[in-house]
């Protein structure tokens, strides 16, 4: 759950063919929903999580990669994240976007098609 680690969690989605939405919630047992009027994600959701003060290391790129492979590495879908990060020589800020679970789920796919090497790799992340 979101709240081992975060106070509050707000949840933003959009459809292509839908408004976007923002989901909100403190844990109390109550949120809302609302039609978001802000920066448009095109089609998808962004998670963004309200850390508690004793979790900070959850804001570490080691820790966020070791959670999503643990729990999320074989999900069919892309999970993204953007790091803010400074090069070291010109101290010049930028983004960077990496996909986080390479490994699609073979389970899915026809026997047949996989080959001895993707069910080595597949091994392998395990």
């Known amino acids: ?6 106070d509050r969690v707000t949840v933003t989605s959009k459809h ?3 408004e976007q939405y ?6 109390g047992g109550s949120f809302t929903v609302k039609p978001d009027s802000g920066e448009s994600l095109g089609r998808g959701t962004r998670i963004i999580l309200y850390l508690k003060e004793d979790q900070a290391d959850y ?3 080691r820790k966020v990669k070791e959670v999503v492979k643990k729990h999320s590495q074989f999900i069919g879908y892309p999970i993204k994240v953007v790091w803010k990060k400074k090069k070291k020589k010109i101290k010049e800020k930028y983004t960077e976007d990496e996909e986080l679970n390479k490994t699609k789920p073979i389970w899915t796919r026809n026997p047949d098609d996989i080959s001895q090497e993707e069910y080595g790799e597949f ?4």
């Not at 759950?1 to 975060?6: I, N, P």
């Not at 091994?123 to 395990?126: E, F």
């Open 22 to 27: 923002v989901w909100e919630s403190s844990a």
């Open 16 to 18: 292509n063919d839908d």
């Open 123 to 126: 091994y392998k992340s395990l």
């Open 59 to 61: 804001l570490e790129e």
């Open 1 to 6: 759950s979101a709240y081992l680690v975060a």
